[in-house]
């Protein structure tokens, strides 16, 4: 049998390896040779020779092997060796960027790649390898040249375009995306990735009817991809069909329960439909799978408000600070829940840091504002709504906040103003009429009042704060009949006895406190 090493009366120089290596490599006694080769590697760098090529092919051969049987990390090893003994072959350098690539190890895929093209400036494989490694690490403007030379070097490839299109999304030039898509979907209509993309784009543009379409041919062609699933489920909350994204959710978490996006999707439609149990338990669970996603902790904050839990919305939303101590709307938020708390001064800084954060948002100056009416702070509350009016001089909550304000000041012809401004910007907002009919009340003018509550209640009949005072009008009015019907649904109401306790602290409703103790 013949022997696949040589026998040496002393320590073999590489150069021996190096030959014994080809004549192992020409007889297709592959593993042999390499193991002749990795010896010559040992001992000293690889000279150039005219047999350096052929043996660079063996460690590429084998690291295609290794590649093949699931054993990627070998298998560069393999291919790094090739890239040693060969480092003119462009080739060599892409297929050991595509393994760095597939390890996660972008950095180094990208020296690679620039090896490659360097060699071969119309390499167009190695352009797009090279902008995907860009794209992940967020340089989109490099990856868009990248991707721009591979198309050129291979324009009928549908993947570089899909690629190009990709990366223009992330530049939110999402009408050029869809052109790209476009091109590369009649080039390989049975690409679903890029069907799914092309609908992200159309989601982004506000177009979800035609997201959805795209969603569904990319679920028609790879009805296992769980991120189809999940991103029509997302589109379909925009449009407000909760149980169907539900339906895609749960179809996605069965097919990937690790996924934690589909999770927080699934939690936004239960707390849409009023389950809050059921969103409490998915908001929960995406937290748990991605504990660092500020936005998971946000929305389960959200759902303790619902539930009454304030001091867990608490816990929460300092979770979610923890992660992203520059969000504003955080600090907003949990302004609010210390309200509910009663934590005057803590709710004050909380809306301090929300104006710091962004001193451009009208609504964290209202907030204060009425906090700040609310602990007889009348001036300090003026100076907010004031700056939140020079933000934004047309927005009906500013106008809103400060005719509450003016008229605690007893201030009405000016709160009857600022009241009026804002229901001509948003005639919608039932609390605007029944503010109105407060102020009118205020001045004596209470059949005024009354028309202002009647159509609050018409905007919103759940609105019990108009529903109280309309009682209290009519009840101002002697008209006791209209003044028992319009309060009894606060009878029933959760609120009962806040509303009985509000009615018993001004004598001017006894009459009326007397005839509603008789109903029960």
């Not at 991707?147 to 050129?152: C, G």
Request: net charge negative.
């Amino acid at each position: 049998m013949a022997e696949d090493t040589a026998t040496f009366t002393r320590q073999p120089s590489w150069h021996q390896y190096w030959e014994q290596a080809l004549h192992l490599a020409d007889s297709r006694r592959l593993q042999s040779a390499l193991a002749a080769c990795d010896r010559a590697l040992a001992l000293s760098p690889p000279e150039q020779t005219l047999y350096s090529d052929l043996l660079a092919d063996c460690y590429l051969e084998s690291g295609m092997n290794f590649l093949e049987a699931g054993r990627p990390a070998r298998a560069l090893d393999q291919i790094q060796k090739a890239e040693r003994l060969n480092p003119d072959n462009a080739l060599i350098h892409f297929y050991a960027a595509s393994l760095l690539e597939m390890q996660g190890r972008s950095t180094e895929a990208l020296a690679a790649c620039g090896r490659a093209v360097s060699l071969d400036s119309q390499f167009a494989q190695a352009y797009n390898l090279r902008g995907v490694c860009l794209l992940k690490q967020a340089r989109f403007e490099e990856a868009l040249k990248d991707f721009n030379s591979a198309h050129l070097f291979k324009p009928h490839e549908s993947l570089y375009l899909s690629n190009r299109g990709k990366v223009l999304q992330k530049l939110g030039r999402h009408r050029e995306a869809i052109t790209d898509f476009d091109v590369a979907l009649s080039m390989n209509p049975k690409d679903a990735d890029t069907w799914n993309a092309r609908g992200v784009a159309y989601k982004a543009l506000g177009e979800p009817e035609r997201a959805l379409d795209d969603y569904e041919r990319a679920i028609g062609l790879a009805s296992d991809e769980p991120l189809y699933l999940l991103n029509r489920g997302n589109t379909l909350e925009d449009l407000g069909r909760w149980r169907e994204a539900i339906a895609d959710c749960t179809a996605a978490i069965e097919l990937d329960p690790q996924c934690s996006r589909a999770w927080n999707v699934r939690g936004i439609a239960y707390k849409q439909l009023g389950e809050y149990f059921n969103a409490l338990d998915d908001f929960s669970q995406a937290c748990s799978l991605d504990r660092h996603e500020t936005m998971y902790f946000f929305n389960r904050a959200l759902v303790f408000e619902k539930l009454d839990c304030w001091e867990d919305a608490l816990d929460c939303y300092g979770q979610a600070l923890a992660r992203d101590p520059r969000a504003s709307t955080i600090y907003n938020n949990r302004a609010v829940a210390y309200e509910h708390r009663k934590r005057w001064q803590d709710a004050l800084y909380d809306y301090g840091k929300a104006i710091e954060m962004d001193h451009l948002e009208p609504l964290y100056y209202c907030n204060r504002a009425e906090l700040l009416l609310r602990l007889g702070k009348h001036e300090e509350a003026l100076a907010d709504v004031d700056q939140a009016l020079e933000i934004s001089p047309k927005q009906a909550r500013v106008f809103y906040c400060r005719s509450v304000i003016n008229e605690e000041m007893r201030r009405f012809k000016e709160a009857h103003k600022d009241i009026d401004e804002a229901i001509a910007l948003d005639p919608q907002q039932a609390v605007f009429y029944h503010m109105r009919g407060v102020i009118f009340a205020r001045m004596g003018r209470l059949k005024h009042a009354l028309t202002e509550a009647g159509e609050a209640l018409r905007l919103d009949p759940q609105l019990e704060e108009a529903r109280f005072s309309m009682a209290g009008y009519y009840a101002r009015l002697g008209l006791w009949e209209p003044a028992v019907a319009c309060y009894k649904p606060l009878t029933r109401s959760p609120k009962a006895d806040y509303w009985y306790e509000l009615l018993s602290s001004n004598p001017d409703y006894d009459t009326l406190r007397q005839q509603i103790r008789e109903l029960d």
